[in-house]
């Protein structure tokens, strides 16, 4: 049995068990882009410190006396191979790792609101690398699960837990779509970043709802964009030169949808507009960022001359 799932006594456990065997055989293949990754982190996986600080802004795991030097190298050779790092900051035995996302300010925008996490069981869905998970440890949850069909994020992250010796986290290789596997699992979900991601944002609440248990607390996040009536904005083909945008909900249209996906308690929280500040190019991460998306003469419309992106958050029970 995967070891998650006793964490987990409603899950479907035969299917969640078959897509992790299919998932698992399908990244042991001695394909180039796997080994990108696994190879490199099988030469420090044996790795473990006991230096932590995950409550400040950047999470920080070891310190470089804690490793020989020559790891230290393999270390960094690692964390340089996972590039693009998206969300962060981390300090992994001192490589200082300057993401493109200033996660720690979204991450301070939800703290006030996130219900007591300790004792527990909690999932982030499209965890990425694990910064929010690692900042949820601080709090002493019983278990968190990260839902990230991603490959690069899937060993980004089990390299940083492996290192971190932190066991009430993990990760698999699940997407959204997979929470009706997990009926009534999860005192409290993360999504952060996702619905705009997804063709139909209606059945997504749906799953998120079928996947929390009774009363149990989800914690949404999207862009948005900015306007007092229920819309939501269908790019013909990408949205800030993203073409895996569907629909950008203005507040009062995810509001709407919430309700309509039999949400209660429904709360906004939090709207503020993007900005370059928050997220752009850095060393480790050298590609296009927010000030590539963004119209140059008119910072109110993206590239393709759309409303600039908000971000809005909520909270709601089920």
């Known amino acids: 049995m995967i070891s998650y799932l006793a964490h987990l006594p409603n899950a479907d456990r035969k299917t969640v068990e078959k897509i992790h065997q299919q998932k698992q055989a399908w990244i ?10 696994r190879d490199p982190w099988e030469g420090v ?16 795991i070891g310190r470089r006396e804690d490793i020989s030097p020559e790891d230290h190298q393999r270390v960094y050779a690692l964390m340089r191979n996972f590039m693009p790092w998206r969300k962060g900051p981390f300090s992994v035995f001192d490589i200082d790792i300057d993401a493109e996302w200033q996660s720690q ?6 703290l006030p609101e996130i219900p007591n996490m300790k004792g527990k069981v909690i999932a982030d ?7 929010y998970m690692f900042r949820m440890a601080a709090h002493q949850p019983k278990f968190v699960l990260g839902f990230e069909p991603y490959v690069q994020h899937y060993f980004t992250f089990s390299a ?12 698999d290789l699940l997407g959204i779509e997979n929470l009706p596997l997990f009926p009534d699992c999860f005192d409290i979900i993360f999504c952060l970043g996702i619905l705009y991601h997804r063709p139909s944002p209606i059945e997504a609440l749906r799953d998120l709802q079928t996947a ?27 949205y800030a030169k993203v073409p895996g945008t569907w ?45 590539d998306f963004i119209d140059k003469n008119d910072p109110e419309l993206t590239i393709e001359g759309y409303p600039a992106p908000w971000r809005v958050f909520f909270k709601a029970k089920k």
């Open 28 to 37: 042991n293949q001695p394909k180039k882009g796997f080994l990108r990754y």
């Open 45 to 60: 996986k044996h790795l473990r410190t006991g230096t932590l600080e995950l409550q400040a802004d950047v999470v920080k």
């Open 105 to 110: 300010l979204k991450w301070n925008r939800l």
């Open 125 to 131: 869905i499209g965890c990425n690398n694990g910064y």
């Open 160 to 171: 940083l837990r492996s290192f971190a010796g932190l066991d009430n986290l993990a990760i």
């Open 212 to 238: 929390l248990k009774p009363d149990g607390c989800l914690l949404i996040e999207s862009q948005a964009i900015k306007n007092e009536q229920p819309l939501a904005l269908f790019p013909e083909k990408t």
């Open 247 to 291: 629909f950008v909900p203005t507040a009062s249209c995810l509001h709407n949808w919430l309700a309509r996906a039999g949400f209660k308690q429904i709360k906004c929280f939090c709207t503020h507009p993007m900005s370059s500040t928050e997220q752009r190019r850095t060393d480790w991460m050298t590609f296009e960022s927010y000030q």
